[in-house]
């Protein structure tokens, strides 16, 4: 029997046209990858034979070198190139990058790379769908492992490329790199730049953005170019970005939109007196108009205007453009009535001029038809927020930049289903009362905010006034007389912050400011473990708690010797983090672990009945730390020692509970010191 479809899941139309365009595109690439790949082997193939004669005369070894690359969805496949590098194990043993003067590289090895030829048998890979002209550059698959995931995820969702827009900008890679500290240059210097690009490329690709990436990769052959660096802008909106996307696509909108205008004002005046034009000359005219009017954009930089973010000032440039358009065709037509230079009469001015109107309407409207549909739309799903009350009621207090910004925040995506604004009360100007700003309706003053809360049932207010404001004291005063809670606009910042650096998804609504600093005062900033602070106070409550119980408790402190693997800020934060995560996974759920200065972690054991469960906890760090860390490709060994003991009594701390000091406790423990690991390989 067939399952009834399930009907209570809504389709969702969006999702399904980005799937079928996202399909769409993949497949134009693919037709465009399987047809220039092609093209290119069977043009080139000549050039090839000529090449693998001289490179077999050049040095014993095969023509190609066949070599592991990371591919698509995480699929190793093998990269083939023109060998470049002596046939000998070091080649292939050596490191995954070379640098200037590589004594690996043959002679004819140093021009095939500088001149990129080295590359073209990857034409074969775009051919049978490993590769795409045009992609992020594959990587080996020993540093592709070092990535992080969502960088992974992102990067290897796509066919890796011939060409990136990463390959063009460290097209002379080799230059960059010091053969004394190789690896460590690359992972450091060039390696994140790469996938930084490479992620843009996916995120921004079109089908015109990859011609200006392979434009760019055939330009930079060019010896004069490719001692230039091209500008990250020119890559991505290169010639063909910019000619169709400003040019080419504006012009073919404003053809049709004057078309349309000509053709709606011929039909109107052809109403109220004869028109002697035949169809051809009103289309025309039409592009005549729109040539006119693309020409004044052009020139005055009015089509370089991002128009789904535009301001109101960039509709002057085209109200500018339009007119000077349409007075250019007044002139001529003046002139064509003066000395009937064409077999057909002049038109009435003030027709010219109505389709001008109607043209600079339509121009607009096609410009800002994105603003004017989110308009709309807002004011719908506003309307439908108030009648069904959804999220708190809120009133914005205040009148000036920060309440502007206060009510644009509240009434975005992620606030919306948070609160719902009834309105605004200004302190400072009364003859405003009753009347609509920033699209909030001004409900009153601050002193009649009791009644609006009872009216409107508000159980927010919303405050952009300035801290040191003496209105801040009443609203404090309503709070602790009134069932309302207080927002200032600095904690609205901060959740928009939360939201843009580290997405969660859902907050929960309030989030109060004080709170925050609280949690900030007693945690590290950098492992948001426990810090000094919030360790001493856990000890002396420990301290309470083993007197009144006769409990044992015990300590450990890991401390790490940075001397050996601290090259950088960067690697040694990402290393801290990870020790930090190691040690929290490793401990009881009982115990607190802290970070108590820059080197050194420490660990309060509660209820440690014996030694014996002392040495299982440490048998657990231990392990935990004497894995490798793997740091931006980077394989780190730790040295480290582990300081650990049950807690005797015997240095005092607790004769004096308020006064314990975590220093005390270092200071007594019988250190047991065993070294995790002694070397660091890199």
């Not at 992609?135 to 540093?143: A, C, H, L, T, Y």
């Not at 995820?153 to 066919?159: A, T």
Request: glycine share 6%; proline share 5%; charged share 20%.
């Amino acid at each position: 029997m067939t399952q009834a479809a399930d009907v209570s899941k809504p389709i969702n139309l969006h999702q399904i046209s980005i799937s079928s365009g996202h399909f769409i595109k993949e497949l134009l690439k693919r037709l465009f990858d399987i047809t220039a790949s092609l093209i290119g082997l069977i043009i080139l193939s000549p050039v090839f034979a000529y090449i693998a004669y001289f490179i077999k005369r050049d040095s014993p070894g095969p023509v190609f070198f066949l070599g592991p690359r990371m591919g698509r969805n995480g699929k190793p496949f093998n990269i083939i190139k023109f060998r470049t590098m002596f046939e000998d194990p070091r080649s292939y043993n050596g490191p995954r990058v070379t640098a200037k003067g590589d004594d690996r590289i043959t002679p004819l090895g140093h021009w095939l790379r500088d001149t990129k030829v080295n590359e073209l048998p990857q034409l074969w890979n775009v051919l049978i769908g490993e590769m795409s002209l045009v992609g992020p550059r594959p990587e080996d698959v020993k540093i592709a492992e070092s990535w992080s995931a969502d960088a992974a995820d992102e990067i290897l969702s796509v066919r890796p490329g011939v060409t990136s827009p990463a390959s063009i900008l460290y097209h002379d890679e080799e230059r960059l790199l010091s053969s004394t500290n190789l690896m460590g240059d690359y992972f450091k210097n060039i390696l994140p730049d790469k996938m930084r690009l490479d992620r843009l490329y996916i995120r921004y690709h079109s089908f015109f953005s990859d011609l200006d990436i392979i434009f760019w990769t055939l330009a930079i052959l060019v010896p004069r170019i490719a001692k230039t660096r091209i500008p990250e802008g020119y890559i991505f909106a290169g010639p063909f970005t910019v000619l169709v996307r400003r040019y080419l696509h504006w012009f073919t909108l404003d053809l049709v939109t004057a078309l349309f205008a000509v053709m709606v004002t011929s039909l109107l005046w052809r109403t109220s007196a004869p028109l002697d034009w035949g169809t051809t000359n009103l289309v025309a005219l039409g592009i005549l108009l729109a040539f006119l009017f693309s020409s004044v954009n052009s020139i005055f930089g009015v089509n370089k205007v991002v128009w789904s973010k535009a301001k109101f000032d960039d509709a002057v440039g085209l109200g500018f453009s339009c007119g000077f358009a349409t007075l250019i065709i007044l002139i001529l037509d003046f002139l064509q009535a003066r000395y009937q230079w064409l077999p057909y009469p002049s038109l009435p001015p003030m027709m010219v001029v109505t389709g001008g109107l109607f043209a600079g309407t339509g121009f607009l409207a096609v410009r800002y038809r994105l603003r004017f549909i989110s308009a709309i739309a807002n004011v719908w799903l506003s309307w439908r927020k108030n009648q069904v009350n959804v999220g708190e009621r809120m009133i914005i207090v205040g009148m000036d930049e920060g309440t502007q910004i206060a009510s644009w925040l509240v009434q975005r995506n992620m606030f919306r289903t948070a609160f719902s604004v009834v309105g605004m009360v200004d302190h400072l100007d009364p003859t405003i009362y009753g009347m609509k700003v920033n699209g909030l309706w001004v409900l009153g003053s601050v002193n009649d905010l009791p009644a609006l809360l009872q009216k409107h049932d508000v159980g927010v207010i919303l405050s952009a006034l300035p801290q040191n404001s003496p209105e801040i004291e009443y609203l404090f005063a309503l709070q602790k007389a009134a069932p309302v809670r207080i927002i200032f606009l600095n904690d609205l910042l901060w959740i928009v912050d939360q939201q843009v650096t580290k997405p969660v998804g859902t907050m929960d609504f309030p989030l109060w400011l004080d709170q925050r600093m609280e949690y900030k005062a007693l945690h590290d900033t950098l492992t948001e473990l426990p810090n000094w602070t919030l360790f001493q106070d856990r000890l002396r409550h420990s301290l309470a708690f083993a007197k009144r119980n006769t409990s044992q408790r015990g300590f450990m402190f890991v401390e790490l010797n940075w001397l050996q693997f601290a090259q950088d800020d960067l690697s040694r934060n990402a290393l801290l983090k990870e020790i930090a995560a190691r040690l929290n996974k490793a401990k009881r759920d009982v115990d607190t672990l802290a970070r108590v200065n820059d080197e050194r972690f420490a660990l309060l054991l509660e209820n440690v009945p014996d030694q014996l469960q002392l040495d299982a906890i440490q048998k657990r760090i231990t392990c935990a730390l004497s894995a490798p860390f793997k740091i931006w490709g980077k394989e780190i060994n730790i040295q480290a020692s582990i300081s650990v003991n049950i807690c005797k009594g015997v240095c005092g701390v607790e004769d004096d509970v308020r006064n314990a000091n975590v220093n005390q406790c270092y200071e007594c423990v019988c250190v047991k010191t065993m070294a995790i690991r002694s070397e660091v390989s890199l």
